[in-house]
């Protein structure tokens, strides 16, 4: 069964730090990764995607993805308090899949 | 664009009604899912669809659920009948599908959020 385990939180770090949310996944043959955030009461929303080993950056997020450890993580520069949020992450299987598994989020909140 | 719209945003009924969720998703999109969402157990694919025609519903848990998409701009979602363990937020999701790997973006929408009494 396909899984992807991240860390519930609640992750509390002060205002202009960074914040580093994990996730690791089952299923080796996941090639594509993408972290969501949500608001309480709200819907996902998609903020970065990944399919390569390494790092990728956009703005203040940079995600990484390390296949070999099955390892996913999204970091934030310059923590808002805005940033507050829970993130999930989601792992597809391959090209000729379209589902997404989630993991059930990193509760994230930025003290000012 | 409107994004993926769902009604209703909450629905509130006793167990043992029928219970039917809406949802439009974005023009163009080819593919729709629903996925359920509570505490316990997180973020679920119920179903998904592509050119309205089901693919996977393996997430549906019971009979009780039954899904349909009748056109490119329409999907419910019905629970009949409706039981307490039911109660969740239940998202609709739609994506299109671009070439390679790096395509197949999910918007969801606002959700509704469904009590069971």
Not at chain 1, 44 to 52: A, D, K, Q
Request: glycine letters at 8%; charged letters at 20%; a neutral charge.
């Amino acid at each position: 069964q396909k899984e992807v385990e991240q860390n519930s939180g609640p992750l509390s770090v002060p205002e202009g730090a960074i914040a580093s949310l994990n996730c690791t996944y089952s299923d080796r043959v996941s090639q594509s990764f993408f972290w969501y955030r949500q608001y309480s009461g709200k819907s996902p929303e998609l903020i970065m995607s990944i399919y390569s080993n390494g790092d990728k950056e956009d703005g203040r997020f940079t995600a990484q993805l390390n296949k070999a450890s099955q390892y996913v993580s999204l970091l934030i520069r310059d923590s808002q308090p805005s940033d507050s949020a829970t993130y999930l992450c989601a792992a597809r299987s391959g090209a000729g899949s379209y589902q997404l598994t989630f993991g059930k989020g990193t509760k994230l909140s930025v003290i000012p | 664009d409107a994004g993926v719209i769902q009604s209703p945003r909450h629905e509130v009924t006793e167990m043992g009604q029928e219970v039917t969720l809406r949802c439009k998703p974005i023009s163009g999109h080819d593919y729709l899912f629903w996925y359920r969402q509570t505490m316990m157990r997180g973020l679920e694919l119920l179903i998904y669809f592509n050119n309205n025609v089901p693919i996977d519903d393996s997430g549906m848990p019971e009979d009780r659920f039954s899904a349909k998409m009748p056109n490119a701009s329409f999907s419910t979602l019905k629970i009949q009948p409706s039981e307490p363990r039911d109660s969740a937020v239940y998202f609709c999701a739609s994506s299109t599908l671009g070439t390679g790997i790096s395509y197949n973006e999910q918007f969801f929408g606002p959700g509704t959020r469904l009590t069971v009494l």
